[in-house]
């Protein structure tokens, strides 16, 4: 009766110091052809697959070649999976090669930083990178869930502005704390938010700019109506009242936007645009009468 026979061919203590990976696989076979140390059958410990190869070859299975090269022998899925395992076997091989042990690795992809692949163009790096990169997305969107932040916040500028400063802050970098954050931090904002927002306005007196107003009602079910100003040089949010408790009448919302006016400058408007609505029709009748003379002046 046949019987396999595995030959185990990495028992040697030394081999394996200067081999590393010997450890990592499996001989079926022993050397063919005039080299008897060169090619042999053998099988990864961990992805159970076959070859027949040199020793070189096994290393091309675990570690690859570099940018633009083509290995031989197909690279070790499981690893490809269980990053703890491969940086385990990087680490061995690489200890191996920083002393000198392993000559026959002097040249891998390992320990030559001309050729080493970069976490950009690595399959290895590429991979763990996408597995590490969902984990934040789902990370992401958890906290956006938890705290009720709409999902277009992930188009917002600012949102992006944010990771990027997050990214290139310092190694261990914590957010503000929740009383920093809400006092000097956001009163800071505000003071970059009005000198950026400098040059808007020292139009006004130039160009002269528009007032549009519109009503809509947030995800709290609360009534609003803001006021945005407008004119060539762009367009800037001044504030939006909450009317709560208040009826949208002809006089509360002329009111509300003669305030506006004020604030921009009555002699700086060139006009208001509200929606079609009866009451925003009879708001601007009213607004008319008292400052008819500025905007046709």
């Not at 984990?135 to 502005?161: E, H, K, M, T, Y």
Request: one cysteine or more.
């Amino acid at each position: 009766m046949n019987t396999s026979t595995t030959i185990n061919l990495s028992a040697s203590s030394s081999a394996n110091n200067c081999k590393p990976l010997l450890d990592e696989v499996t001989f079926t076979t022993n050397g063919t052809g005039k080299n008897p140390r060169g090619t042999k059958r053998w099988i990864c410990n961990h992805c159970k697959k076959s070859y027949n190869s040199s020793y070189s070859r096994i290393h091309q299975h675990f570690f690859g070649l570099g940018v633009g090269k083509k290995s031989e022998v197909a690279r070790c899925q499981t690893l490809l999976t269980n990053r703890a395992e491969f940086q385990r076997i990087r680490k061995k091989v690489e200890e191996a090669e920083n002393v000198g042990i392993s000559l026959s690795l002097s040249k891998s992809t390992l320990n030559n930083s001309h050729s080493r692949p970069t976490a950009t163009t690595c399959p290895i790096a590429k991979s763990f990178g996408t597995v590490e990169q969902h984990q934040v997305d789902i990370l992401i969107v958890r906290a956006l869930c938890a705290n009720g932040i709409p999902f277009n916040v992930l188009r917002n500028p600012n949102f992006l502005a944010m990771l990027k400063g997050v990214n290139q802050a310092p190694k261990g970098y914590k957010p503000p704390s929740f009383d920093r954050a809400r006092t000097t931090l956001v009163d800071e904002c505000q003071r970059q938010l009005e000198k950026e927002l400098t040059p808007v306005k020292d139009t006004w007196t130039t160009q002269r700019t528009s007032i549009v107003s519109d009503g809509w009602t947030n995800v709290k079910r609360q009534p609003l109506i803001n006021v945005v100003t407008s004119n060539s040089c762009g367009s800037m949010f001044i504030y939006a009242k909450d009317f709560t408790g208040q009826e949208k009448t002809r006089t509360n919302i002329a009111e509300f936007l003669l305030e506006s006016i004020e604030e921009v400058g009555p002699s700086n408007v060139l006009q208001i645009v509200t929606e079609n609505a009866a009451n925003c029709k009879a708001a601007g009748k009213e607004i008319e009468k008292i400052l008819l003379p500025h905007f046709h002046g």
